[in-house]
């Protein structure tokens, strides 16, 4: 996407970024509300509707300031990070709640997979529509790629096995008590673990080559590595 301007470049990964965060804050919700706990459901948590899950920092002003200064400073295309208000989730009205937890965490990197998917499937349909109608076919060809790399660095990052993050929980609801609840008390400082690993670029070398492996595994994704790693 380097020889798109930076208003282009937000203009095609606004949609992609905005279905991301929804859907995967929503399904943590949904699937907790089917295991038992309606927290979520009652604060209008399990819906499709971003404004319920956009953090105004997270979400919205850290997003934008990164991608904006790292597009600049690069010359091409930036980076993006960021997060959304958690979903709350009630343990004492799951049935398991150990068991019960990993699975709600589990939910919304697997929805980030399958987006991926129909990502992928738009890139087709984009190009496809190219020759006949560029107006309709370029957007949804970028638009596509920018999809399916969102959402396999979503599904990449979250399932790091660091409290907060999805991974984390997973972990916990895997590991033996003992082992888990030493696990779970480094969840207070993982957002500050986690920003000092991007900051350094430690995490960036340890979770590359399993992002661009997810991405190969998906149809496409020669079109995504070309616009967004040539």
């Known amino acids: 996407m380097d020889e798109l301007t930076l208003v282009q470049q937000l203009a095609v990964l606004v949609l992609p970024v905005i279905l991301a965060i929804t859907v995967h804050e929503a399904a943590h919700g949904y699937v907790a509300d089917r295991l038992g706990d309606r927290t979520a459901r ?60 990993a699975i709600v965490a589990a939910a919304g990197p697997l929805s980030n997979l399958i987006m991926a998917a129909l990502w992928s499937a738009t890139i087709f349909v984009g190009g496809w529509l190219l020759p006949f109608s560029s107006w309709v076919g370029a957007p949804l060809l970028l638009m596509g790629a920018a999809g399916v790399l969102i959402n396999v660095v979503l599904l990449v990052l979250n399932m790091i096995p660091l409290p907060p993050l999805d ?45 661009l492996a997810g991405i190969q595994l998906l149809p496409g994704s020669d079109v995504v590595l070309r616009l967004f790693f040539s």
């Open 42 to 101: 009652l604060l209008g948590r399990v819906t499709l509707n971003p404004l319920r899950h956009i953090d105004p920092v997270g979400t919205v002003l850290v997003p934008l300031a990164m991608y904006s200064l790292t597009a600049l400073a690069s010359g091409g295309s930036g980076f993006l990070f960021g997060w959304a208000k958690p979903v709350p989730v009630n343990p004492r009205n799951l049935a398991r709640p150990r068991r019960d937890m």
């Open 167 to 211: 991974g984390g929980r997973v972990l916990v609801g895997l590991l033996p008590v003992r082992l888990a609840r030493v696990v779970a008390r480094i969840e207070p400082y993982g957002l500050a673990i986690l920003i000092a690993l991007l900051v350094t670029g430690v995490l960036g070398r340890f979770v590359s080559p399993f992002i």
